[in-house]
């Protein structure tokens, strides 16, 4: 099956059903996303976003309903990325290494906003930087991911007691970042 | 309320990751305190930067081209976990061959035991059969005359047949306590005298 240049041929993969097709296609994004969050660069999360689909699409008796799987693909996806910080030590939060084609620019904006954007999205970029690697994997988990904090904990291997402090310690961090700045 | 709310206590209250009672001393402290409120009203916000943050691409990101690459090797990887997965073996349903071949073992045996039995015996099914095919009466007895000798415990003692003869071995009063017949063609009986209380034991063997 031949490919159009700059495309993506989700149906490539591949599924058995349009129903898991449709389950990667919603989700390989947001999972994308969540682990390079994690683990803070680019090469690391394709890798591990690969590692977790893999694992997911294996098990085709999970995908019967989408929410729950979407629910245990996040799982995975972050189980992944914690291994994977457990057993690199510690993974730097660094800034973007790849640069592979100018991103596209929306035509309604004026150069001096995009590099406003760009600054404003670096500036809040920096500020999960200064978090540990705990602490940002546990604010993740909690307000991206929605997850109670007992799962969260779950996933962190630690107690709830454990993860509040994490979640505590981020938010106070990040906030007072944003305010040195600011200032 | 003598002091503010501590910046923990804050970032944990926004996200309802307090206790009940802490988050309704929170609550009533920032309904009267500017300050307070105003950092929880921040760190609220701050949880909306951060999704706002981790929902955008990288800087200079081509996801066009990352997700292809992604989807590639992921149908790579599905291919290699299928090639190295354990085969389910299917059940194979008998096809007619072997079923033939069994029918026909069946056959054979059922032929070699019909062969070996004693004349009188497969004359008497016959009979039997014969009765069955042409609907004579609404049962058929089928009287089995053993070949050879026949050896029965009874009440009165233990008994052996042959051929019309009989030779048996009484218990007169005695009362019969146990009866046992083997397969190889015995038979035992214990007695037990009423009066005395003496066991007998009867065991005939044919042979």
């Given at each position: 099956m031949s490919?159009?240049?700059?495309?993506?041929r989700y149906d490539a993969i591949p599924l058995e059903t349009e129903r898991q097709t449709?389950?990667?296609?919603?989700?390989?994004?947001?999972?994308?996303?969540?682990?390079?969050?994690?683990?803070?660069?680019?090469?690391?999360?394709q890798d591990l976003t690969q590692e977790a689909f893999i694992k997911a699409l294996q098990r085709q008796d999970q995908l019967k309903d989408l929410d729950k799987a979407a629910h245990w693909l996040s799982r995975i996806a972050s189980n992944t990325a914690i291994d994977f910080?457990?057993?690199?030590?510690?993974?730097?939060f660094s800034d973007i290494d790849e640069l592979v084609d100018p991103v596209a620019s929306s035509p309604h904006e004026s150069p001096e906003e995009l590099?406003?954007?760009?600054?404003?999205?670096?500036?809040l970029e920096n500020g999960l930087g200064v978090l540990t690697d705990r602490e940002r994997t546990?604010?993740?988990?909690?307000?991206?991911?929605?997850l109670p904090a007992e799962e969260v904990a779950a996933r962190l291997n630690c107690s709830k007691a454990t993860v509040r402090s994490h979640i505590a310690n981020g938010r106070v961090?990040?906030?007072?970042?944003l305010e040195r700045r600011k200032a | 309320m003598t002091g503010h709310v501590t910046e923990t206590d804050l970032a944990l209250y926004v996200s309802g990751d307090l206790t009940l009672w802490d988050i309704a001393r929170v609550r009533l402290h920032a309904a009267g305190?500017?300050?307070?409120?105003?950092?929880?009203?921040?760190?609220?916000?701050?949880?909306?930067?951060?999704?706002?943050?981790?929902a955008e691409m990288p800087e200079g990101l081509d996801w066009e081209r990352l997700s292809s690459e992604m989807t590639a090797n992921i149908r790579v990887g599905l291919a290699a976990g299928e090639c190295v997965a354990p085969r389910r073996h299917k059940v194979a349903g008998l096809g007619w061959r072997p079923a033939a071949a069994m029918a026909g073992l069946a056959v054979l045996l059922a032929t070699g035991w019909w062969l070996n039995m004693p004349p009188s015996t497969t004359q008497a099914l016959g009979r039997a059969f014969s009765a069955i095919m042409h609907g004579r009466g609404s049962s058929v007895e089928l009287?089995?005359?053993?070949?050879?000798?026949?050896?029965?415990?009874?009440?009165?003692?233990?008994?052996?047949?042959?051929?019309?003869?009989?030779?048996?071995?009484?218990?007169?009063?005695?009362t019969p306590v146990a009866f046992s017949v083997t397969s190889q063609g015995s038979a035992s009986a214990r007695y037990v005298n009423g009066d005395t209380g003496q066991m007998t034991i009867t065991s005939v063997y044919a042979q």
């Open positions: 490919e159009a240049p700059g495309s993506t449709r389950f990667y296609n919603e989700n390989l994004r947001r999972v994308f996303l969540l682990i390079y969050r994690i683990v803070g660069n680019v090469p690391d999360a910080l457990r057993r690199s030590g510690r993974v730097s590099v406003l954007r760009a600054e404003h999205r670096e500036y546990a604010l993740l988990l909690r307000d991206v991911e929605g961090k990040f906030r007072r970042y | 305190c500017d300050r307070c409120r105003r950092s929880a009203e921040a760190y609220r916000k701050d949880r909306t930067r951060v999704r706002d943050i981790v009287v089995m005359e053993p070949l050879g000798p026949f050896v029965e415990a009874t009440a009165s003692g233990v008994e052996v047949r042959e051929n019309g003869g009989r030779l048996g071995v009484g218990q007169g009063s005695a």
